[in-house]
């Protein structure tokens, strides 16, 4: 049973160390992701939370925070750049995933003892990357906003890749059939979309309605959680229900004339700030959450853990450089892509519903996948902390021909 005091206490303390590890960012560029996972792992030690308990909690967690995470990128998302970014994101993202499925698949088939399947369900369930916790780290990164924009559109499809072929390898180990890739993608997409358009017209119509009465950043929100909810309700993507609710109320103002009331609602800089802040508490929390469950599930399997580690930041390296064939982009930012690989608490949500379907084996592997998602984080920040600090930013990679006039105009204008 958790202490009520104690419990509201840590929280408070994930609040305010959240605030002064942004500061000491900001100040020594030493990542907070880094402060908050140590303070997780504190947590844990004094046994402040119990791991068990935050471990059932972990799905709700990550739903509460990808839904404002996803929304708050929406909102300050611009929709052009967005749709520029797609078709290269969407690239790295299934290149990414595949190279990790085999290199993946291929540890555990020869050191864990796995078949084909469940190995390749590994490397599903691991080849997915989810900025999250090291968003803050990215938000500041010497890059370009078009190629962070390829990070960001690569996150929401990554997920959601790695989400269905994780099903799908589910589903041929326990012969329950397997899926269609390209249809689940499709009618996920399309639902996400498709609500978070309602909900974001609902909202704009109504906006002047709303306008000046008190709580309205309430509603808001309030929102852009059910186009989450409603858009995984009728197994959608959620993640895409709140982003295009954000994107949406974000770039209201560019939408045609022909719409009318609806390119009246400007999302002003203090509601970007206000849920800026938001997205900022639930991150810092996520990643304590994140160091606290590490001591309930390491076991003495944490060394292949550190062997599949290494095989994912090497197959990251090939999966970048084939997606950005031909664009043009300085080493330091090559190299900044090439260092994000970071997990979530996703991939142990979806090593709980293999084991609840009957995947023989996959709860000894929870310890596994900690070792992955705190090792990725770490990585992520400390490689590209690494990068940003050293003489590469000085070197430029060699010119490439632009390939048509619009990526010209895109070069020109995201261009340092």
């Known amino acids: ?246 994107l949406l109320l974000g770039n209201a103002k560019k939408l045609p004339r022909q719409v009318g009331r609806l390119r009246e609602f400007s999302a002003s800089p203090f509601l970007k700030k206000f849920y800026s802040e938001i997205s900022l508490f639930l991150r810092a929390f996520f990643l304590v959450t994140l160091g606290t469950i590490a001591i309930g599930t390491l076991n003495d399997t944490w060394i292949w853990g550190i062997l599949i580690l290494a095989a994912l930041i090497i197959v990251r390296i090939p999966a970048v450089e084939l997606a950005l064939v031909r664009k043009p982009a300085t080493h330091q930012e090559m190299w900044i892509m090439k260092s994000m690989l970071p997990k979530d608490l996703g991939a142990i949500v979806l090593v709980l519903i293999a084991a609840s379907k009957g995947v023989v084996g996959f709860e000894s592997l929870l310890g596994i996948v900690f070792i992955v998602i705190v090792g990725t984080v770490l990585y992520s920040t400390i490689a590209s902390y690494v990068v940003t600090r050293g003489q590469l930013a000085s070197k430029v990679v060699k010119d490439y021909k632009y390939e048509k006039l619009a990526e010209r105009k895109a070069w020109k204008k995201y261009a340092n």
């Open 1 to 246: 049973m958790v202490d009520a005091i104690l419990a509201v206490a840590v929280i408070g303390s994930v609040a305010v160390l959240g605030y002064f590890s942004n500061i000491m960012f900001e100040k020594t560029r030493i990542p907070d992701s880094i402060w908050l996972i140590l303070f997780g792992l504190v947590v844990a030690w004094l046994g402040a939370l119990p791991t068990s308990g935050l471990l059932v909690f972990a799905p709700v967690l990550a739903a509460i925070a990808l839904a404002v995470m996803s929304f708050e990128y929406g909102l300050r998302a611009d929709v052009s750049v967005f749709i520029h970014s797609l078709p290269r994101a969407s690239l790295l993202a299934l290149l990414n995933i595949s190279f990790a499925m085999v290199a993946v698949g291929l540890v555990a088939h020869a050191f864990l003892g796995l078949d084909i399947v469940r190995s390749l369900l590994l490397g599903a369930i691991l080849g997915g990357v989810n900025f999250t916790p090291v968003s803050g780290l990215l938000a500041k990164a010497r890059m370009k906003d078009e190629l962070k924009n390829f990070l960001y559109v690569e996150d929401v499809l990554s997920d959601t890749l790695s989400f269905i072929f994780a099903m799908i390898f589910i589903s041929i180990y326990t012969l329950a059939g397997s899926a269609d890739p390209i249809q689940t993608i499709s009618y996920g997409f399309g639902i996400g979309i498709a609500v978070g358009l309602v909900l974001g017209a609902i909202k704009l119509y109504t906006s002047s309605l709303t306008k000046g009465k008190p709580y309205g950043y309430i509603l808001t929100l309030g929102l852009a959680f059910l186009a989450y909810a409603v858009t995984e309700w009728f197994s959608g993507n959620g993640i895409i229900g709140a982003m295009v609710y954000g």
